[in-house]
Nanobody, 126 residues
Framework: QAQFVESGGGSVQPGGSLRLSCVAS????????IAWFRQAPGKEREWVSC????????TYADSVKGRFTMSRDNADNTMYLQMNTLNPEDTGVYYC???????????????????WGVGTQVTVSS
């Protein structure tokens, strides 16, 4: 049973940084597409980033390109999202998610991901 535990969220001022972690259990990361999503109150869940863990290919939403970096540590079965130059629009609950089968590619539709963590709150305010 695939499970995720997100951590690393918190409250920061604009321009600050956070590093989110997503520890996976019940499977190994190799060849899975793993994504970060976020959701602000009153808004739909928004795709942020995705990685194909074995190949280390990453993609990013336009809103976070150049500021966020996704990575993974296969030895620790953990995904990371380094978030720099945060702004208030980055506020939301951040989730990691996995597509159902190995070798599927990264996509931005949340319905394409079937395993989810419960999320970690990120608040950026001045």
């Amino acid at each position: 049973q695939a499970q995720f535990v997100e951590s690393g969220g918190g409250s920061v001022q604009p321009g600050g940084s956070l590093r989110l972690s997503c520890v996976a259990s019940g499977f190994t990361l190799d060849n899975y597409a793993i994504a970060w999503f976020r959701q602000a109150p009153g808004k739909e869940r928004e795709w942020v980033s995705c990685i194909i863990s074995r190949g280390e290919r990453t993609t990013y939403a336009d809103s976070v390109k150049g500021r966020f970096t996704m990575s993974r540590d296969n030895a620790d079965n953990t995904m990371y999202l380094q978030m720099n130059t945060l702004n208030p629009e980055d506020t939301g609950v951040y989730y990691c998610a996995r597509r159902p089968t190995r070798y599927l590619g990264c996509v931005s539709a949340d319905a394409s991901y079937t395993s989810w963590g419960v999320g970690t709150q990120v608040t950026v305010s001045s």
